[in-house]
């Protein structure tokens, strides 16, 4: 099967490859998994007092799709309010990414950790 | 259950494997080509239906995964085709760890030692999650096999694992 441009470059470039200090209380994590494929996707955000987020980092196990979806999402969520990444779907990624069906799971792994990392954000807020 | 009946074996997760695979040469024989070389067409026809089936059981009952799948499909929970993402953050962290661990044992020094190690450990969860889930499986009450289908989830991933390290051995090997 052969990726998209896009695909490939995110492969080659992934941006935001890391991870931000999890005992910082403006920062929230998101751990995903698909169990059909096995691949594993953690994506953190930095959330500013006023509710934007100013940073972006993911590490993801898993085939190409799945870490151009984790690189994608990060370059896309910074700079939003959490309601606006919140709205971020897993069809905006396939279209963008120009994803086949078959990795269409790799798309909803990215979405569900953005929704992931948003609610670990609150509940962390409300501690 | 189907699959187990072909086989006259109990319907239960912690499968004989050592019947099941002598039960397999007996039904293939039972069925072979050979017996069936006067028979009438439809008779044929039927014996390679046969074979087809008792190739399929044996290869979902043989796969610790795939039995468990289709255990819980057989009971009205069906999770082969899902796309849906687990999301338990406490086994995910220890899946993710035991991806950097996988990745750190390419550039170790003795490699060989570690993946031995690293084989262990993947025993274990394997040990751990295969008992929980024999049980749930063995259970009347069904409320307890979604809990049973998030077991087969997590063993997905330990598979995953396992896949990933041998990739890494024959990587190393060559």
Redesign the interface.
Known sequence: MAYSDKVIDHVENPRNVGTLDKNDPNVATGMVGAPACGDVMKLQIKVSDEGVIEDAKFKTYGCGSAIASSSLVTEWVKGKTLDQAAEIKNTDITAELELPPVKIHCSILAEDAIQAAIADYKSKQTK | MRYFELFNLPAIYNVDLKQLNQRYLELQRAVHPDKYAGKSEREKLLAVQKTSEINDALAVLKHPVKRAEYMLSERGVD?RA????????A???Q??EL?EALEDIQHSSDPESEIDAFEAQIKLLDQQYSAKLAHQLADEDTSVLEVAADN???L??I???R?ELSRIEDNLLD
């Open positions: 999770i899902e796309q849906q993402t687990l999301q338990d953050p086994f995910l962290m899946q993710m991806r087969v989830r997590k997905k991933f598979y995953k694992l896949e």
